[in-house]
């Protein structure tokens, strides 16, 4: 059997004393159902972080992580038919559901209780190879770059499931708190739908990109939006944000939290929830989100921002991340 290098994760710790270490594995062997993927590109996540320092419980001892993997079907498993070889793949954050329970039979297997995740529950994409169910991979387009698909599989699959819930219509007004990766695909999504988008973000860096993204208005958090919105996303884990944006909520508006987790949140005046506006959390992705946001995002030629980088690149890379000094999101080569 052949050997892979790969990135482990033994045991967890701050990302900055390097809880990394390079490893040779034996190459996967994918099981009946199953397909082999050559990594070519994987992206660097802020849930990687999280389960590198702890803040995750570790799953599996010696962990490869990584769930925004783009690469190139290497061998086929006993059974499979959907890919060929050499075809070119996505694997996202969830790895596979139970496809049973009540919540699989419903459309929302992103709440399966028994739902495992690449990179978390098994090895994910910082190896040179990887294996995944054939029917939770995703197939890729040409005209896109590796380096592009890869922040698509998780800032953008998950941005466009935030989208989705706030069930804003075109026409309509959603506003943006917080911009990065993730609010970058909503807003070229929304836009393409037609639905007004106003950004409301710190940095002077942010506020430039997010207009050059096409933003119908963008300001800090101190400015007065032009107008009510009909819907907003949260995406920094700041509860105290809650209550201000449920202010700026039009009546039976719609506020999703797009954060894993959050500092907590304060409502002390009802009258910026009553008229019936409300308040959804995001969790996971489901195939559904990658196949529609994998498809709007050929048709309307979606951008990503990245910067790249190489294979022993990674334990500095996530650092980078942690301390957000990457513009837009990392993407390290597989090679
Ligand atoms: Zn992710
Ligand atoms: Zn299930």
């Not at 802020?46 to 570790?58: F, Q, S, V, Y």
């Not at 992705?285 to 294979?311: H, M, P, V, W």
Request: hydrophobic share 40%.
């Amino acid at each position: 059997m052949g050997m892979m290098k790969a990135w482990v994760l033994d045991h967890q710790a701050p990302i900055e004393m390097n809880p990394l270490a390079k490893k040779n594995l034996e190459i996967p062997e994918p099981a009946p159902g199953e397909i082999r993927v050559k990594v070519v590109t994987c992206g660097v996540c802020r849930t990687d972080i999280h389960i590198a320092e702890g803040d995750l419980p570790l799953k599996q001892a010696s962990l490869v992580l990584g769930h925004e993997i783009v690469g190139i079907v290497d061998k086929l498993g006993e059974g499979t038919g959907r890919f060929q070889l050499g075809q070119r793949v996505g694997i996202a954050w969830l790895h596979k559901a139970c496809g049973a329970c009540k919540f699989c039979q419903s459309d929302r297997e992103n709440l399966c209780p028994e739902a495992m995740f690449t990179g978390w529950d098994v090895n994910g994409g910082f190896a040179q190879y990887t294996t995944v169910h054939e029917d939770f991979a995703f197939e890729l387009i040409d005209s896109l770059s590796f380096e592009a698909l890869a922040p698509m599989m998780c800032p953008g699959i998950a941005g466009y499931r935030t989208y989705r819930l706030t069930e804003v219509k075109p026409g309509e007004t959603l506003g943006l708190y917080g911009y990065g990766p993730t609010a970058s695909y909503v807003l070229q999504v929304a836009r393409a739908q037609g639905v007004k988008v106003f950004v409301v973000t710190r940095s002077e860096k942010n506020i430039k990109a997010a207009r050059e993204m096409g933003a119908d208005w963008v300001g800090n958090y101190s400015e007065t939006l032009p107008e009510r919105l009909d819907a907003a996303i949260i995406f920094p884990p700041a509860g105290d944000l809650v209550e201000g944006v449920l202010a700026n909520l039009e009546r039976g508006g719609r506020l999703v939290l797009s954060p894993v987790a959050m500092t907590p949140i304060t409502i002390r005046d009802y009258n910026h929830i009553w008229m019936e506006r409300s308040i959804i959390s995001l969790a996971n992705i489901s195939r559904k989100d990658g196949k529609e946001f994998l498809k709007i995002a050929q048709e309307k030629k979606i951008k990503s921002l990245y910067e790249t980088f190489g294979f022993d690149d990674l334990p500095e890379v996530m650092v980078r991340v942690k301390e957000g000094k990457i513009r837009g999101n990392a993407v390290i080569w597989i090679d």
